[in-house]
């Protein structure tokens, strides 16, 4: 509530100083040297764009080499004729990186606030690879950190139950593989129809002792939650899931990275470019992340999960700073 | 409010089959709001065991009121001589049991017909449809009204999002004993339905006129229309068709009766956010009881000068063809609203409070000499306080408000605090006021008989000053998880002392009156233990002892009462449980003390589940009472050994 309380009077502030919350920024595109180009309008983008923007002027780059950008207008711009030339251009989200990545701009475009079969499925759509061209960092956690924070919260569970849609299916062996080396076992369906999730979560329910979401809309969306949701607490299996909508909804917990996590991280990335370094060849996963828990429903399911102490426990194994 | 702010709404996330940021970006729809939540047993206003649905199924009970043998202080019969099974909790001390309350899913079953009773509620839904039974163990006026004045009996039945597919079951064995169940569950994502039709059979106890038949149809659909707010409807009715009576007994001939009872309910529940939510309820609910019985007024020929209207039989003597058709025949219903408002402050406080309006109808030209309708209205106000007062100290402050249009106003408020000593070990301790005012019949009962004009018998006849039953109950509770030992313990000791209770008295016509005062004091506890892995090992006891004057009352529950029961988990998909019940003289439901015997009886129950791909079964072997037969509700009513198989198919 803070955060877009922040970014609202921020935008407030913005629009009363410069007549709109994208006026604001003082230097003509053409001459900046990051450009970065949102997905939406939505507020989870403008904090974005301003932390990263912030970051960068921190670390000593003139605001005046920063420009912001959203996808409808950099579509006119890139059709004009007189598409601008950033060093760098950071999309934020899906929509602006699959119109860079169709348009095949001269600078190098770096992805942030993408899941990463987004990011694969547009890359596979226009026949590109990773590349100092064309690289990413996802917005979604690797499975390893889900599943060590499914160990840490839950030592007694043995039994670690997933639906997989259309969308997420691709992940299973990834999964498999590590479920296997860290002495769990999968009870694991497959959902291809709307209608069969009813069926399909009772059965994955019967035999797990936790509930791990994995986004797909096909399975996990605002219309089926509530049945997941209150399925899952019925049979006192807690649900582990990946965004903090779902622990305020009634999942027990949740790990996640912030808009502003995100944007440090692409400002870091940003900064090693302009300074002259390439971009990762690979793309890189989320550097810094957050657990959530829901108290009210841990106390209902008598668990007692420690946020903090969790994401340290988490950042520490994987030698984070 | 942030659901427009940060991601535009959340229509956004789902139109699209793609994953994309959206689905970790946008809202979601607060599911487990507070009201959704319940409260942890170690932090609830008392005592409180719950039968879980592994508990009823691995019990092989066949009626619910079967299944409450397996909770401390409750005296079960199983004779419909009453209607249906009946049970009650700390003292049987009336044929109808009408001192606790039923609800199923929220709905109170409890039969406004008869003096009150909880015996034919207890029938309305199939076993196989619930999915658990949760007991609060002691007064509950304070939440549930009047009738909750010894305890409350909440059924949950389960979730149809839980019950998809076909399910069939059907149970033959000894004593005439034929159940049959078919159950259908269907639906999608926006809603999900159940249809259950079930019937259950048997001779009943030995010696009695109990073979009985009861069959139900259930209807629940769960409809979710936009994640947020929820739909229940229910519709559902029940026949119960048996035997009473006794041979011999003229006055209460050997006959056929049949209750029969439906109801429709309906559930909204909005929420508001995490901590708020407003929920409403309609009900409507009906019942009708047919029995007759011819009776031969020659045989009053001996009395006839002393029956009502002696001038007239003295000079008209009885001839053979003089048969009376006595009966207790009559209707009643009841419709309700209730809304409620449950709302969170932080971690340390949390409110339900609500009201609720009650009409209830009672027609019985044989019960009350009357064709007009009796009308009682109850109007009601609640509320209960969860207090954090510190962090192991919490603070149940709640009171009920009760306006009837017939009888008193009342107050029935409950302090409860629970301090959690260490985790996993509370100590609970309260003081409770319960009013049971007077039933309509104990108040208006007119049973008279006529022949030819005159009034020859008036048998029953209501009192309409008696003042509400008063209880008083404080208790000290005790649960204890030892995690390392598997076990855990729920202990309660108990004071309730009741003012004004009511009582039949007189000769004929007998009547109603306020009586003594007395206590009903003791200690009950539930031992649960898994010794090894598999294994579940029960055990109860309850002391009770009643101060009442009255010897049949004071034997309406077993001094000391045991439960034993160990289940074990086999290799094989095999499970076996064997269930021992034990209870010293007690006098079974209005019994005389002359009638009181002890009760023993032992269950077992061998299980072997199987599973063909997605569909899966069971076969079930149980013998209830495995030992030598023991008296139920009369001294000759007989519960002797009774085997039957259940076969149960799931797809």
Not at chain 1, 25 to 35: E, I, Q, S, T, W
Not at chain 1, 45 to 50: D, G, H, I, L, P
Not at chain 2, 198 to 205: A, H, I, K, N, V
Not at chain 2, 499 to 519: C, T, W
């Amino acid at each position: 509530m803070a955060i877009v309380l922040r970014s609202v009077l921020l935008a407030l502030a913005c629009a009363l100083l410069g007549g709109g919350a994208w006026a604001q920024v003082p230097a003509p595109d053409g001459v900046a040297r990051v450009l970065i180009v949102s997905s939406d309008t939505a507020v989870v983008y403008t904090q974005t764009a301003e932390a990263l923007t912030d970051y960068l002027v921190h670390q000593g780059i003139p605001r005046s080499d920063i420009a912001q950008s959203l996808v409808s207008e950099m579509t006119m711009r890139l059709k004009s004729g007189q598409p601008p030339r950033p060093g760098i251009f950071v999309a934020l989200g899906s929509e602006a990186t699959q119109l860079l990545a169709a348009a095949g701009t001269q600078a190098p475009v770096l992805s942030a606030l993408i899941p990463r079969s987004s990011f694969e499925h547009i890359l596979r759509s226009h026949g590109k690879v990773v590349s100092a061209r064309l690289s990413a960092i996802y917005l979604d956690q690797p499975l390893a950190r889900q599943l060590a924070l499914v160990h840490l919260a839950f030592p007694q569970a043995k039994r670690l139950g997933v639906l997989w849609g259309a969308e997420s299916s691709d992940r299973a062996a990834g999964l498999r593989a590590l479920v296997v080396a860290s002495g769990l076992e999968l009870q694991e369906t497959r959902v291809t129809q709307p209608q069969d999730l009813p069926l399909a979560l009772a059965q994955v329910l019967g035999g797990s002792d936790v509930l791990l979401a994995l986004a797909d809309p096909a399975i996990f969306n605002s219309a089926t939650i509530q049945n997941i949701l209150m399925s899952s607490f019925r049979a006192r299996i807690p649900l582990v899931a990946f965004s903090p909508a779902y622990v305020r909804a009634g999942a027990v917990l949740a790990v996640y990275t912030t808009p502003v996590q995100a944007a440090h991280q692409a400002a870091e990335v940003t900064l090693g470019v302009l300074r002259g370094k390439p971009l990762p060849e690979q793309a890189l996963e989320p550097n810094d992340f957050e657990v959530g828990v829901n108290a009210q429903v841990a106390r209902a399911l008598d668990v007692s999960p420690d946020a903090q102490a969790l994401r340290s426990i988490l950042r520490r194994l994987e030698r984070l700073p | 409010m942030t659901g427009g702010l940060l991601l535009g709404n959340q229509a956004l996330a789902q139109v699209d089959a793609l994953v994309s940021e959206k689905d970790f970006l946008s809202e979601m729809p607060i599911v487990l709001s507070v009201s959704r939540l319940p409260q942890r047993l170690d932090e609830t206003p008392g005592a409180v065991t719950v039968l879980d649905r592994d508990m009823i199924h691995q019990s092989g009970a066949r009626d619910v009121a079967d299944l409450l043998r397996l909770v401390p202080g409750f005296q079960v019969s199983n004779s419909f001589e009453s209607v249906a099974p009946l049970v009650s909790y700390h003292g049987a001390f009336d044929a109808y049991s009408n001192r606790l309350e039923v609800q199923i899913d929220g709905r109170s079953v409890y039969s406004p017909y008869f003096i009150g009773s909880v015996g034919p509620g207890l029938e309305t839904v199939a076993i196989e449809d619930i999915e658990r039974i949760e007991v609060l163990r002691g007064s509950n006026s304070a939440a549930y009204g009047a009738r909750a004045m010894l305890g409350v009996i909440n059924i949950v039945t389960r979730d149809t999002a839980d019950t998809l597919g076909a399910l069939g079951a059907v149970t033959v064995g000894e004593n005439g004993i034929r159940d049959n169940l078919a159950r259908l569950g269907w639906g999608d994502g926006r809603g999900t339905f159940r249809l259950t039709a079930d019937t259950r059979e048997d001779d009943g106890l030995s010696g009695s006129n109990g073979q009985s038949r009861v069959s139900r149809i259930n209807f629940r659909a769960d409809i979710r229309p936009n994640g947020v707010d929820e739909v229940q409807l229910r519709l559902g009715a029940m026949a119960i068709d048996s035997g009473r009576g006794m041979a011999g007994e003229s006055g209460n001939a050997l006959r056929r009766f049949s209750f029969d009872s439906a109801y429709a309910q309906l559930d909204y529940k909005h929420i508001l956010s995490a901590d708020e939510d407003v929920s409403l309820k309609l009900s409507h609910t009906q019942e009708s009881y047919t029995d007759s019985f011819p009776y031969a007024l020659q045989q009053l020929n001996p009395i006839r000068n002393y029956l009502n209207d002696a001038a007239y039989f003295s000079s008209h003597p009885f001839s053979a063809s003089d048969i009376y058709n006595v009966t207790g025949d009559g209707t009643a219903s009841s419709d309700v609203v209730t809304l409620q408002h449950t709302l969170r402050y932080g971690d340390a406080l949390s409110l339900v409070w609500g009201g609720e309006y009650r009409s209830e109808r009672i027609e019985s030209a044989a019960i009350y000499n009357t064709d007009s309708t009796f009308v009682n209205e109850f109007t009601r106000l609640f509320g209960n306080v969860e207090w954090r007062l510190a962090k192991n100290w919490l603070l149940n402050l709640g009171a009920l408000a009760e306006h009837s249009s017939d009888t008193a106003d009342s107050v029935a408020p409950r302090l409860m605090l629970n301090w959690h000593v260490t985790p996993g070990h509370t100590l609970r301790a309260g003081v409770s006021k319960a009013y049971r005012p007077a039933s309509n019949f104990e108040r208006y009962a007119d049973v008279r008989y006529f022949w030819n004009g005159h009034q020859a018998l008036q048998t029953v006849r209501g009192n309409s000053q008696l003042q509400a039953e008063e209880l008083v109950s404080r208790e000290l509770g005790y649960l204890g998880e030892f995690s390392n030992w598997r076990m855990s313990l729920d202990v309660r000791l108990f004071d309730e002392q009741i003012k004004h209770f009511i009582r039949m008295q007189g000769e004929l016509p007998k009547s109603y009156v306020n009586d003594e005062n007395f206590a009903i004091r003791g200690i009950e506890y539930q031992l649960k233990w898994q010794p090894w892995e598999g294994a579940q090992l029960l055990l109860n006891q309850t002391y009770t002892d009643i101060t009442t004057v009255q010897p049949g009352d004071a034997l309406a529950a077993p001094q000391l009462a045991s439960t034993l029961s160990y289940a074990q988990k086999l290799p094989g998909q095999v499970h076996v449980a064997l269930t021992h019940f034990d209870s010293r003289r007690w006098t079974s439901f209005d019994g005389n003390e002359n009638d009181a015997q002890a009760t023993r009886r032992t269950d077992f129950r061998l299980a072997k589940a199987m599973r063909w791909g997605s569909r899966r079964g069971e076969i079930a072997l149980v013998v209830q009472n495995v030992g030598s037969a023991y008296s139920d509700f009369k001294k000759e009513f007989l519960f002797h050994k009774q085997a039957y198989v259940t076969l149960r198919l799931e797809d």
